[in-house]
């Protein structure tokens, strides 16, 4: 089954970042506390039990070899019995002083203007949450959130920063989490994430790494329709991301197998840039044309 997230018309060119600029463990991948992942705290880490809310999940992933699982549930409280608790997984660390338990910003000292990240909702009448906060000392240069709704399948989704990068000046600090419910949710609320990146304009593009092993096919091309993207072998964690000449993300895409279809019947007339992606590695970079 496709899944699609089609870009709002604000969205500028998304560009994977070289490492430094990137967050630490963005796609969950180690575990050195079950608790937690490594680089980012949960309530259970903070408090120092196991409340099993947040786990490593092997088989529920879009790249890589996890993604982390957030859960609201029921937990024991002490002599006061159980309370539902949405979990939420945090970048950086924190520290709990009773009844407080006070979260952390990580050193960032970038500008990015983009923000890219996978995630799925399993809940009834529940919705999960972003938030993202970027400071240079106390001024605050990014403060945002964004609700998450149910979604059944992997979302990919892009999220333009709008920075208050004035007089030039960049964060120093950047808290980034994502909590399993708003307010006290429902119980069995389960919300997964993976693949987390930021995009800058100015970074070099894709085509520095593209893959010369894979023959892509694209057709019919112009086309007015429907326009078919076929590679001369799968590879792992497929997507297909196009982008107008403006520099506007038109859609970013799951592939299966090694073929897809875009439909392009309500794109205006004229060129596009098609990137086909293999995590975030290119395997191939073209142009398609549109002619309505």
Do not use: C
């Not at 937690?36 to 039990?49: C, E, H, K």
């Not at 949450?129 to 149910?150: C, E, R, Y």
């Not at 205006?268 to 990137?275: D, N």
């Amino acid at each position: 089954m496709k899944t699609k997230f089609t870009l709002l018309a604000s969205l500028v060119v998304f560009f994977f970042g070289v490492n430094a600029q990137q967050l630490s463990n963005p796609g969950f991948e180690t575990w050195t506390d079950p608790k937690n992942p490594d680089g980012w705290v949960t309530f259970a880490s903070l408090v120092g039990q196991p409340i099993g809310l947040v786990t490593k999940d092997t088989a529920d992933k879009v790249q890589g070899s996890a993604s982390v699982k957030i859960k609201t549930d029921s937990i024991q409280a002490g002599p006061q019995g159980k309370i539902l608790l949405p979990e939420v997984v945090s970048l950086g660390t924190g520290q709990y002083a009773p009844p407080a338990i006070n979260f952390n910003p990580v050193f960032f000292p970038f500008r990015p203007d983009t923000l890219f990240f996978a995630y799925k909702y399993v809940a009834t009448a529940d919705t999960a949450f972003l938030s993202i906060v970027a400071k240079n000392g106390a001024t605050s240069l990014i403060n945002g959130g964004l609700p998450l709704p149910v979604a059944a399948q992997w979302n990919l989704i892009f999220i333009p920063i709008t920075g208050n990068y004035a007089n030039a000046s960049s964060p120093d600090s950047m808290l980034l989490q994502f909590t399993s419910s708003i307010g006290n949710g429902k119980a069995g609320s389960t919300l997964n994430v993976d693949a987390i990146r930021f995009g800058y304009v100015n970074l070099p593009s894709f085509i520095e790494d593209i893959r010369n092993d894979i023959k892509v096919s694209v057709f019919p091309n112009p086309s007015n329709n429907v326009v078919n993207i076929e590679m001369s072998e799968a590879v792992s964690n497929a997507t297909v991301m196009v982008y107008d000449m403006n520099g506007r993300v038109m859609t970013h895409e799951f592939m299966t197998g090694n073929a897809h279809q875009l439909s392009v019947n309500n794109w205006a007339t004229g060129l596009y840039t098609y990137v086909v992606l293999s995590g975030d590695k290119a395997v191939s970079k073209g142009r398609l044309s549109v002619s309505q």
